[in-house]
């Protein structure tokens, strides 16, 4: 089992930036590929970014690219999502994500285990 918990959601204006952070305990966080993923208001959750066990691949919705960067911390055992150029649109519930397989996978049903999520609103 993986527990994980996000942190740093907020409420931001438009053009602003956040980093929301994802702390993993249980068994060894380097075991797993970890995703982003976000939940609007009536909409299905959506792939935001991907990492690979060792940070070697990582992979964006083109929504984000060039505004989100995902990264991993091994001795924190925590994945984090810098987010920058906020936009409106961008408002959700974010989610952290693990899964037992190999590939830093864009599918949300590959993934075994969730956070709570953490709540992003985007002021125009």
């Known amino acids: 089992q993986v527990q994980l918990v996000e942190s740093g959601g907020g409420l931001v204006q438009a053009g602003g930036s956040l980093r929301l952070s994802c702390a993993a305990s249980?068994?060894?966080?380097?075991?797993?590929?970890m995703g982003w993923f976000r939940q609007a208001p009536g909409k299905e959750r959506e792939f935001i970014a991907a990492?690979?066990?060792?940070?070697?691949?990582?992979r964006y919705a083109d929504s984000v690219k060039a505004r989100f960067t995902i990264s991993r911390d091994s001795a924190k055992n925590t994945v984090y999502l810098q987010m920058s150029s906020l936009k409106p649109e961008d408002t959700a519930v974010y989610y952290c994500?693990?899964?037992?397989?190999?590939?830093?996978?864009?599918?949300?049903?590959?993934?075994?285990?969730w956070g709570q999520g953490t709540q992003v609103t985007v002021s125009s």
């Open positions: 249980g068994r060894t966080f380097n075991n797993y590929p």
């Open positions: 994500a693990a899964r037992s397989g190999s590939r830093a996978s864009t599918l949300s049903n590959e993934y075994d285990y």
């Open positions: 990492i690979s066990r060792i940070s070697d691949i990582t």
